[in-house]
Nanobody, 118 residues
């Protein structure tokens, strides 16, 4: 069955860095757009970044310039490198696999907690 498994969350101080990973299985990882979302206080689901099947990346306004999304199709893994973390980045980060077209496929991981203290 389809699985997305995030890891790499944790607790850091203001200005710190973390790298999140998400390993996918049970689907053709390399043809999916891979997204990171987060649930932060006051926002149930905030889109963070996407990397499409071609490797093109786009970022949300709140993370652009601090976060980098990348993928390794050989490992069925998408990464989110986060620098310059601040308390507003505290939340649960979710990996998402999306493929549109004639049929839409949308898969979610279980999330990983990121906590940034000031």
């Amino acid at each position: 069955q389809v699985q997305l498994l995030e890891s790499g969350g944790g607790s850091v101080q203001l200005g710190g860095s973390l790298r999140l990973s998400c390993v996918g299985s049970g689907f053709r990882f390399n043809v999916y757009d891979m997204n990171w979302y987060r649930r932060v206080p006051g926002i149930e689901r905030e889109w963070v970044a996407v990397i499409n099947a071609n490797g093109d990346a786009v970022y949300g306004n709140s993370v652009r310039g601090r976060f980098t999304i990348s993928r390794d199709n050989a490992k069925n893994t998408v990464y989110l490198q986060m620098h310059g973390l601040n308390p507003n980045d505290t939340g649960v980060y979710f990996c998402n696999a999306y493929r549109g077209g004639e049929f839409t496929y949308n898969y979610w991981g279980q999330g990983t907690q990121v906590t940034v203290s000031s």
